[in-house]
C-alpha cells in the first residue's frame, strides 16, 4: 500500500507541475531585446513534454558571450553559460557558477546542451538548451516568476573582465506572450513627453502635463508603449504615468503634481491608461487587445505624470523624457484597462526601523465594485502586471482569492530590484470575478535604516502597488487600502502620524519587536477605497487574509525497493513522469 501510495503522489506531483509549465509554445516564438542598444538579443521556447527551454543568444561582437540566470541581477550567485568561436573555427562552450565576482567556475555537472554556435560579419549566435530543473545545485530552477536574466561579451575570445559590456533585464520565460506587429501602412505614433522642462534641485519631484489627445479618423488601438528617456537622463526618470481625465479637464496644464493649485486638476485625472518604471523597457499587448483611443469613449485630454529622483541635487538638468504611444487602425477583439491595487500611498503608514522583511498589505475586495459601476459585475481578464516598491522593497506578491481560499497569484516577484521594474505576463488569462478579493504583499527590508520609513511619494519612502492590466476595459481606477486610523491608534495607543512616528524612532527593533508589530497592523481592520475614472468613489472595512507561499518546483527522489533510489529529478515535463511512473510500474508487477 505504502509503495502504491507513492506511485499516485509522483502522478499527482508530475501532473501539477506540468499544468505550470503550459502547453508547448513551438521552436522559439519569444524574443526580447536585453539592452537599450540592440547589441543583444534572445529568442526562446520550451517543450513541455521533454521538459526542456531552448535559448538563443545573439550578440553584435566576434568575442566570447555569456547567457546567465541570477537571483540578484548581479552576477554572485548566478547561473551562467559563456561561448564563442575561436578565430580557427573552434567552438567553446560551458555551463558555469558565479561565485563573488571573480571568473564564474565551471560545474562539475554540464547541463546545458550546445545545439549550435556561429560567427558572421553581424555578430556571434548561440543556441543552447536545458532541462526547466535541472536538480544541479550550481543551477538555478526556471520558474514561473520573473527571472533576472544576465549578460556579458567581449571583443575577443580571452574571456575576462567584461567592463561595461554587460547587463540585466527581468523577463518571465516560461509564462511570456507572443508579440504581433501591424502592417506598417495602419500604424502611427502618438507621444505624451515633457518638452525641455528644467528638473529642479530636488531630490524627489513629482511633476504633470496635461495633453490634449489629436483628433483621429476614427478608433485605434495602441499595441505597444515605448519609453522615450532624454539621453543621460536614465538616472534621473523613476516612473512615468499616463493617467485618462475626465470630462471636467479642458484645458492643457502644466506644474507640480500634488502642490500647488493646480493640483485638484491634476488629481482628478485618475485612472491610469499605462505605467512604467526605471529598468523597464517596451511594453506590448496581446495580440487580441490594445488600448482604445480615437472614440467618444476615450479621453479627449490625458495627464503625463514624471517621477524625478535628483538624488544628487544636479542643477541645469533639463528632460524632455515621456511615453511614445504606437497605435494600428487594424482594432484588435479587446480594450485593455488598468486596476491599480495595493496600499494607500500615505504617511500614516510607518514601517519600522532595522527589520529584515517587514511585510505590509493591500486589499481590495471587488464585491465594492457594484457600488461605483452600474450594470453586471464586470469579470476582469487580468493578463500582466507591473509591481512596484521603492528602495527598501525586496519582493512583492499579488494573491488571487475567491471564496475566501487563495487560489493563485496576479504577479509575484521575490526577488525585487528596484532598478529592474518590468511590466510581466502571467502566461494565462486570470479571471477576477465579482466578490473576489486581491491582496497585495510587499516585502521590506530597512536594516540600514535607524528611523521609521513613512509611506509617500519619495524614494526613500515607500509605496506597496500593483498595477493590473486587464480586459475589457471598465472605468475602475484603484481599489487600495490602509489599517483603519482609529483602530491603529487604538492598537497602538498613539494620536495620530506623529506621535506613531515618535514612538517608532524612540523605540529598540529587534526581530521580535518587528514580528509583534508586523501581527498587530496585519491584524487591524482594513479601511478599503474603491474609485472610478468620474472620481466616484466607496469605503468599505476589510481583513487580511493569510497568504499562501509561493508554489515551488522540488526535486524529488522516490524509494525503490531494497532501500535504493531513484536518481531522477521529476520535473515539470510529462515526459520523464511517464517514464517514471513507467519503470514503477513495471517493478510493481515484478513484485
Not at 235 to 241: E, I, R, Y
Request: with cysteine; proline share 4%; charged share 15%.
Amino acid at each position: 500500500m505504502m509503495f502504491v501510495a507513492g506511485l499516485c503522489s509522483a502522478l499527482l506531483l508530475c501532473t501539477g507541475l506540468a499544468s505550470v509549465l503550459g502547453q508547448d509554445s513551438g521552436d522559439m516564438p519569444f524574443n526580447e531585446t536585453l539592452d537599450s542598444a540592440g547589441n543583444v538579443s534572445l529568442r526562446w521556447g520550451f517543450d513541455s513534454k521533454q521538459e526542456t527551454i531552448t535559448f538563443q543568444l545573439a550578440c553584435k561582437t566576434s568575442g566570447w558571450v555569456g547567457f546567465g540566470l541570477s537571483p540578484s541581477g548581479e552576477m554572485d550567485g548566478s547561473d551562467i553559460v559563456i561561448g564563442g568561436v575561436n578565430p580557427n573555427g573552434t567552438t567553446y562552450f560551458t555551463d558555469r557558477h558565479a561565485v563573488g565576482d571573480q571568473l564564474p567556475l565551471v560545474d562539475g555537472s554540464q547541463d546545458y546542451t550546445l545545439l549550435s554556435l556561429k560567427e558572421d560579419a553581424t555578430g556571434t549566435t548561440m543556441k543552447f538548451s536545458r532541462k526547466v530543473q535541472t536538480c544541479d545545485k550550481d543551477d538555478m530552477e526556471i520558474s514561473t516568476s520573473a527571472m533576472k536574466l544576465i549578460y556579458a561579451y567581449g571583443a575577443d575570445d580571452s574571456i575576462a573582465y567584461h567592463n561595461n559590456a554587460r547587463g540585466t533585464k527581468s523577463v518571465n520565460l516560461l509564462q511570456s506572450t507572443q508579440r504581433s506587429t501591424p502592417s506598417q501602412d495602419s500604424v502611427g505614433q502618438l507621444e505624451m513627453t515633457v518638452n525641455s522642462f528644467a528638473v529642479p534641485e530636488r531630490d524627489t519631484y513629482y511633476h504633470c502635463r496635461i495633453i490634449k489627445s489629436p483628433n483621429f479618423p476614427g478608433k485605434r488601438h495602441v499595441y505597444r508603449i515605448e519609453p522615450k528617456i532624454q539621453s543621460g537622463n536614465v538616472d534621473l526618470v523613476h516612473h512615468m504615468l499616463v493617467y485618462a481625465c475626465p470630462a471636467s479637464v479642458s484645458v492643457e496644464l502644466e506644474g507640480e503634481c500634488y502642490s500647488g493649485q493646480s493640483m485638484y486638476v491634476f488629481s482628478s485625472c485618475q485612472q491610469v491608461v499605462i505605467s512604467w518604471a526605471v529598468g523597464g523597457q517596451d511594453i506590448w499587448m496581446p495580440p487580441n487587445a490594445g488600448i482604445s483611443i480615437g472614440t467618444s469613449d476615450d479621453p479627449v485630454f490625458y495627464r503625463l505624470e514624471m517621477h524625478y529622483s535628483n538624488s544628487k541635487l544636479s542643477k541645469g538638468r533639463v528632460d524632455s523624457s515621456g511615453l511614445v504611444f504606437h497605435y494600428t487602425s487594424e482594432l484588435r477583439a479587446n480594450d485593455v484597462g488598468i486596476l491599480e491595487v495595493g496600499l494607500i500611498v500615505d504617511t500614516s503608514y510607518v514601517i519600522p526601523p532595522n527589520a529584515k522583511d517587514f511585510k505590509a498589505y493591500g486589499l481590495c475586495n471587488t464585491s465594492t465594485f457594484s457600488q461605483v459601476l452600474s450594470g453586471e459585475p464586470p469579470v476582469l481578464n487580468v493578463f500582466a502586471s507591473l509591481l512596484h516598491t521603492h528602495l527598501a522593497g525586496r519582493g512583492v506578491r499579488v494573491g488571487h482569492y475567491r471564496n475566501g481560499e487563495q487560489i493563485g497569484f496576479l504577479g509575484k516577484n521575490e526577488h525585487y530590484d528596484f532598478n529592474l521594474q518590468e511590466t510581466m505576463f502571467l502566461g494565462s488569462l486570470v479571471q477576477v470575478k465579482a466578490g473576489d478579493e486581491i491582496l497585495v504583499e510587499c516585502t521590506y527590508n530597512t536594516e540600514s535604516r535607524k528611523t521609521a520609513t513613512q509611506g509617500g511619494l519619495g524614494t526613500t519612502n515607500e509605496m506597496c502597488l500593483a498595477f493590473l492590466l486587464y480586459y475589457p476595459r471598465t472605468k475602475l481606477a484603484s481599489c487600495w487600502s490602509l489599517p483603519e486610523p482609529t483602530a491603529m491608534s487604538a492598537a497602538l495607543g498613539v494620536k495620530g502620524t506623529s506621535e506613531l512616528v515618535a514612538l517608532m524612532n524612540s523605540s529598540v527593533w529587534n526581530d521580535t519587536a518587528v514580528g509583534r508589530f508586523e501581527r498587530t497592523v496585519r491584524g487591524l481592520p482594513q479601511l478599503m477605497a474603491v474609485s472610478v475614472s468620474n472620481g466616484t468613489r466607496t469605503v468599505d472595512l476589510g481583513f487580511i487574509r493569510e497568504f499562501k507561499s509561493s508554489p515551488a518546483t522540488a526535486c524529488t527522489t522516490l524509494p525503490l525497493s531494497g532501500g535504493g533510489e531513484s536518481c531522477a529529478p521529476v520535473t515539470a515535463g510529462l515526459g520523464l513522469c511517464i517514464a517514471l511512473l513507467t519503470s514503477l510500474i513495471s517493478l510493481t508487477g515484478a513484485l
